[in-house]
Nanobody
Framework: QAELVESGGGLAPAAGSLRLSCTAS????????VGWFRHAPGTALEFVAA????????AYANSVQGRFTMSRDTARNMVYLQMNSLKAEDTAVYYC???????????????????WGQGTQVAVSS
Protein backbone atom coordinates (compact mmCIF):
# COMPACT_ATOMS: atom_id res chain seq x y z
CA GLN A 1 0.00 0.00 0.00
CA ALA A 2 1.46 3.33 -1.06
CA GLU A 3 1.66 5.98 1.65
CA LEU A 4 2.75 9.61 1.58
CA VAL A 5 3.64 11.91 4.44
CA GLU A 6 4.24 15.62 3.97
CA SER A 7 6.35 17.80 6.23
CA GLY A 8 8.05 21.17 6.23
CA GLY A 9 5.09 23.50 6.31
CA GLY A 10 4.90 26.48 8.61
CA LEU A 11 4.80 30.24 8.72
CA ALA A 12 7.03 32.27 6.41
CA PRO A 13 7.22 35.97 5.56
CA ALA A 14 6.33 37.23 2.13
CA ALA A 15 9.37 36.87 -0.15
CA GLY A 16 10.64 34.11 2.13
CA SER A 17 11.20 30.43 1.45
CA LEU A 18 10.04 27.04 2.65
CA ARG A 19 10.85 23.53 1.55
CA LEU A 20 8.18 20.89 1.73
CA SER A 21 9.07 17.21 1.84
CA CYS A 22 6.99 14.22 0.88
CA THR A 23 8.17 10.86 2.20
CA ALA A 24 6.93 7.88 0.23
CA SER A 25 6.57 4.31 1.45
CA UNK A 26 5.19 1.16 -0.14
CA UNK A 27 6.56 2.10 -3.55
CA UNK A 28 9.67 3.47 -5.18
CA UNK A 29 9.18 7.16 -5.76
CA UNK A 30 10.50 7.27 -9.33
CA UNK A 31 8.10 4.52 -10.48
CA UNK A 32 5.05 6.67 -9.72
CA UNK A 33 4.08 10.09 -10.95
CA VAL A 34 3.98 12.51 -8.02
CA GLY A 35 2.15 15.79 -7.81
CA TRP A 36 1.85 18.68 -5.39
CA PHE A 37 -1.52 20.30 -4.90
CA ARG A 38 -2.78 22.99 -2.55
CA HIS A 39 -6.08 23.91 -1.02
CA ALA A 40 -6.84 27.36 0.31
CA PRO A 41 -10.09 28.09 2.20
CA GLY A 42 -12.99 28.79 -0.12
CA THR A 43 -11.17 27.59 -3.21
CA ALA A 44 -10.88 24.37 -5.17
CA LEU A 45 -7.92 22.05 -4.90
CA GLU A 46 -5.23 23.56 -7.11
CA PHE A 47 -2.42 21.93 -9.06
CA VAL A 48 1.03 23.21 -8.12
CA ALA A 49 3.64 20.92 -9.68
CA ALA A 50 4.10 17.35 -10.86
CA UNK A 51 6.83 15.00 -11.94
CA UNK A 52 5.91 12.15 -14.22
CA UNK A 53 7.43 8.80 -13.36
CA UNK A 54 10.83 8.04 -14.87
CA UNK A 55 11.21 11.67 -15.98
CA UNK A 56 13.24 14.51 -14.51
CA UNK A 57 11.50 17.64 -15.75
CA UNK A 58 8.61 18.79 -13.57
CA ALA A 59 5.55 20.61 -14.78
CA TYR A 60 4.42 23.71 -12.90
CA ALA A 61 1.31 25.80 -12.58
CA ASN A 62 1.70 29.27 -14.05
CA SER A 63 1.14 30.77 -10.62
CA VAL A 64 4.32 29.18 -9.22
CA GLN A 65 6.52 28.92 -12.32
CA GLY A 66 9.93 30.42 -11.62
CA ARG A 67 9.38 30.49 -7.85
CA PHE A 68 8.82 26.83 -6.92
CA THR A 69 11.05 23.90 -7.74
CA MET A 70 10.02 20.26 -7.48
CA SER A 71 12.63 17.54 -7.16
CA ARG A 72 12.90 13.86 -6.40
CA ASP A 73 15.48 11.96 -4.33
CA THR A 74 15.25 8.31 -5.24
CA ALA A 75 17.84 7.23 -2.66
CA ARG A 76 15.75 8.73 0.15
CA ASN A 77 12.44 7.90 -1.56
CA MET A 78 11.33 11.48 -1.12
CA VAL A 79 9.98 14.32 -3.20
CA TYR A 80 10.52 17.99 -2.40
CA LEU A 81 8.91 21.29 -3.20
CA GLN A 82 11.25 24.25 -2.74
CA MET A 83 9.16 27.39 -2.49
CA ASN A 84 10.89 30.73 -2.94
CA SER A 85 9.62 34.30 -3.23
CA LEU A 86 6.52 33.31 -1.30
CA LYS A 87 3.39 35.38 -1.61
CA ALA A 88 0.36 35.70 0.64
CA GLU A 89 -1.68 33.89 -1.99
CA ASP A 90 0.52 30.81 -1.55
CA THR A 91 -1.11 30.26 1.85
CA ALA A 92 -2.82 26.87 1.74
CA VAL A 93 -2.65 23.28 2.85
CA TYR A 94 -0.21 21.51 0.55
CA TYR A 95 -0.63 17.87 -0.41
CA CYS A 96 1.53 15.45 -2.28
CA UNK A 97 -0.15 12.76 -4.31
CA UNK A 98 1.00 9.78 -6.33
CA UNK A 99 -0.26 7.47 -8.99
CA UNK A 100 1.34 4.79 -11.10
CA UNK A 101 -0.69 5.24 -14.27
CA UNK A 102 -0.78 8.86 -15.32
CA UNK A 103 -0.19 10.32 -18.72
CA UNK A 104 1.25 13.76 -19.20
CA UNK A 105 -2.09 15.40 -19.93
CA UNK A 106 -3.55 14.23 -16.61
CA UNK A 107 -0.73 15.24 -14.27
CA UNK A 108 -2.61 18.34 -13.18
CA UNK A 109 -5.88 16.58 -12.38
CA UNK A 110 -6.26 15.67 -8.70
CA UNK A 111 -9.00 13.16 -9.49
CA UNK A 112 -6.42 11.04 -11.35
CA UNK A 113 -4.24 10.43 -8.29
CA UNK A 114 -4.92 7.38 -6.12
CA UNK A 115 -2.69 8.12 -3.13
CA TRP A 116 -2.58 11.25 -0.99
CA GLY A 117 -0.76 12.51 2.04
CA GLN A 118 -2.45 14.21 4.97
CA GLY A 119 -1.28 17.68 4.00
CA THR A 120 0.93 20.32 5.57
CA GLN A 121 -0.11 23.90 6.27
CA VAL A 122 1.79 26.78 4.70
CA ALA A 123 1.02 30.30 5.86
CA VAL A 124 2.67 33.35 4.32
CA SER A 125 2.45 36.63 6.17
CA SER A 126 2.25 39.82 4.13
Amino acid sequence: QAELVESGGGLAPAAGSLRLSCTASGFTVNTYSVGWFRHAPGTALEFVAALKRYTTRPAYANSVQGRFTMSRDTARNMVYLQMNSLKAEDTAVYYCAADQNLITSTLGLPSEYDYWGQGTQVAVSS
